[in-house]
């Protein structure tokens, strides 16, 4: 894990992350990530352009990589959202959820939803 997050370095602090997919290397720019799913031990990438790529990476990983963006928060356990593509948000009860500009809801787990409120009155 830390020869990764090394080799990832570089790129990260470029605005870009490397990835594998099918049997090629290959660059993303972080502005183009929406959604990262976590399916197990692999990565769903969910890009801007409606693209899904996999890696054979975990999300705690890409969390990590990412965490210095600013730009990424992880809402529950299964996904991490580019806030930069956040169309709106709710907090109200029962349904305390994200909504992407690709028309994707995201629930907040009940454990972050204060931080995650925090983070978005903060802004405004």
């Not at 894990?1 to 290959?26: C, S, T, V, W």
């Not at 801007?48 to 990589?65: P, T, V």
Request: glycine share 4%.
């Amino acid at each position: 894990m830390d020869n990764f997050l090394e080799i990832q370095r570089p790129y990260i602090a470029k605005g870009f992350i490397r990835i594998r997919h099918k049997g090629k290397q290959i660059y993303i720019k972080t502005s183009e990530v929406v959604l990262l799913e976590s399916d197990i031990n692999y990565t769903h990438i969910h890009l801007s352009s409606g693209k899904i790529l996999i890696s054979s990476r975990n999300l705690s990983l890409f969390e990590f990589m990412l965490k210095d963006t600013l730009s990424f928060i992880r809402p529950n356990r299964r996904q991490v959202v580019n806030i930069d593509y956040l169309s709106n948000f709710s907090i109200e009860n029962p349904t305390k959820e994200l909504q992407l500009t690709n028309g994707l809801s995201i629930n907040i787990s009940r454990r972050k939803s204060q931080k995650i409120t925090e983070l978005f009155i903060n802004q405004l």
